[in-house]
């Protein structure tokens, strides 16, 4: 069972029906007890980073979800729920977020006043590697975004993929151990965002 | 690199996909939920939805028929047409839906705008308009008089200064509909297209008028858009999304190309 992780933050519905046109067991849920107990765990999410925080703590999760990356179980953020796993982001006037991930979360800057914020649409993902997470998934494929803050990782061993947007080339996929975490929408993504989510679900969360 | 969208339009009256010119001789094209998986797996980066009788109507729209859609594509996709409260724009989020799209409702009722921003999220924002040429310069300097209901009713509301309120509002996403192109096969109205997409820093989508690929790559280079609305070209078979897109990857202009 997958446990997809409600926490008031945006509409859900477009990674529950992802995993039910695949055939994938999940389960929308705020309950500590179940996300702990949940054999993989996907963390989405759609909005901003300080309401966000602020729901998290108030259900009681945060520490719920480091204990669940702690322990091994396979982890997939999305989105908003990548970039809150950070230690810090700049929106809303500056948030200290989960901290499971050292770096920040920085907004975009744009100096050509063409470049639209947010970044909305298909951008590219440079590969580094491979990962069992996109097995079947070719270097340079592109993905859905909507997005106008973006993850900086200090340890550069956690970017597994890298899209340049407004003039940043940022880190649009973090990989390590059992966590993985996409700036993108794997669940608007067509087939290869679901390809992405069938990998996740047979994934034992090694690499 | 961010690629350029390439988003079909699919017209629905009666549960059928319809298409008209400037709104009126529609003839019916096929089924909805069948032709947005054919489009989501031809290569289409987004759909767009009009219910375009549930306003004249006076009913709400389709929330099944939303329902069906978002269980068998995986692509963003907004809806439009017969949302009158916040409630049934929840409802179409709910459904699967990634956009709501607002027009003659919005041009009535702007903080509408506002409210929706609040309540769903800016990025899920579309404000649709139908703008028509003008001569009336002294009313609408940009020379684009805002219409509603398709095309039946002017509002001396400027085009230019309507997107520009339209963001400020909270909308995340424009898309210039021009009367005068719309079924034409002639090509986008690119002076107004270019106008708000320069004088606006949220996505512009260009809409009406596309019969050629060389129209879209013109929205693209000359008017800046960031997305092309196409329906005709694609609807009557003529050409396929996968050629559209060579053509513009010709052009030089980045495209999804795997799907």
């Not at chain 1, 309950?31 to 966000?52: D, K, N, Q, T």
């Not at chain 1, 440079?126 to 097995?135: K, S, W, Y």
Request: proline share 5%.
């Amino acid at each position: 069972m997958i446990a997809i992780v409600d926490y008031r933050a945006g509409n859900l519905t477009s990674v529950r029906l992802a995993l039910e046109h695949l055939g994938l067991p999940a389960h929308v849920t705020r309950e500590p007890r179940e996300i702990a107990a949940a054999e993989r765990v996907i963390f989405p999410g759609v909005g901003a980073a300080g309401s966000a925080m602020k729901n998290l703590a108030e259900l009681g999760l945060s520490e719920v979800l480091r204990g669940v990356v702690e322990r091994g179980t396979p982890f997939l953020g999305i989105c908003l729920g990548t970039q809150v796993i950070f230690e810090h982001s700049e929106e809303d006037g500056g948030v200290d977020c989960l901290s499971i991930v050292p770096g920040r979360v920085r907004k975009f800057t744009p100096s050509d006043p063409l470049c639209k914020i947010p970044q909305m649409g298909w951008n590219t993902i440079d590969l580094r590697g491979t990962h069992p997470l996109f097995e079947g998934i070719e270097n340079e494929s592109e993905f859905y975004f909507v997005h106008s803050y973006y993850p900086v990782p200090s340890d550069l061993s956690y970017i597994f993929a890298e899209t340049e947007y407004a003039g940043a080339r940022f880190a649009s996929v973090i990989a390590k151990g059992n966590l993985a975490a996409t700036q993108f929408h794997p669940e608007r993504s067509g087939r290869l965002g679901l390809r992405l989510l069938e990998n996740f679900s047979k994934w034992d969360g090694s690499c | 690199m961010l690629t350029k969208r390439i988003i079909p339009c699919l017209d629905i009256r009666n549960r059928k996909v319809t298409k008209g010119v400037r709104f009126q001789n529609n003839v019916d094209l096929g089924d909805p939920v069948e032709l947005a998986v054919a489009y989501s797996e031809g290569g289409a980066d987004e759909l767009v939805f009009y219910d375009i009788t549930a306003s004249a109507e006076e009913r709400p729209i389709d929330i099944d028929m939303v329902r069906e859609i978002g269980k068998v594509i995986h692509i963003p996709f907004a809806v439009g047409g017969g949302l009158h409260s916040i409630r049934d724009m929840y409802a179409v989020l709910d459904a699967g839906a990634e956009k709501v799209s607002v027009n003659s409702l919005a041009v009535k009722n702007p903080p509408i705008i506002a409210e929706m921003a609040r309540a769903l999220g800016r990025q899920n924002i579309v404000v649709g308009m139908d703008p028509v040429r003008t001569e009336d310069l002294r009313t609408c300097p940009s020379g684009y008089e805002i219409t509603v209901r398709g095309f039946r009713e002017r509002t001396g509301m400027d085009a230019l200064e309507w997107a520009k309120r339209a963001e400020e509002l909270g909308a995340g996403e424009i898309v210039v509909n021009s009367v005068d192109a719309d079924g034409t096969r002639a090509g986008y109205e690119l002076e107004l297209t270019r106008l708000i997409a320069t004088n606006t820093s949220i996505p512009t989508v260009a809409s009406g008028g596309a019969g050629a690929c060389q129209h879209i790559v013109d929205a693209f280079t000359r008017a800046h858009a960031d997305a092309a609305i196409v329906a005709s070209m694609v609807h009557t078979g003529e050409f396929t999304i996968a050629q559209i897109k060579d053509a513009l990857l010709q052009a030089g202009i980045p495209v999804r190309r795997r799907w």
